[in-house]
């Protein structure tokens, strides 16, 4: 459905559920206000302070090879 790129009718039939419970379910929890909301924010914040760090790395390493480098006068 979301991650198998299967329709609600394969997967359906695969897991032995009808398409409604499928579309209930998704209805459910794959809202703005479903339960998995606060979980997914919270792992896109962290990500996001996760990847401002590595960018901050990544810019003073880029410094530190520019010095070391520098031809020697």
């Known amino acids: ?3 198998s ?5 394969q ?11 499928l579309r209930n379910w998704k209805k459910k929890y794959l809202t703005d206000d479903g339960p998995f ?9 962290r990500l996001e302070k996760q990847l401002a760090e590595v960018t901050e790395e990544r810019e003073i390493l880029k ?3 520019a010095i070391f480098l520098k031809p020697r006068k």
């Open 63 to 65: 410094k530190s090879v």
């Open 37 to 45: 909301r606060d979980a997914l924010q919270e792992k896109v914040d």
């Open 11 to 21: 997967l359906s039939q695969e897991l032995g559920i009808s398409i409604n419970t």
């Open 1 to 3: 459905m979301l991650k």
């Open 5 to 9: 790129n299967k329709s609600l009718g």
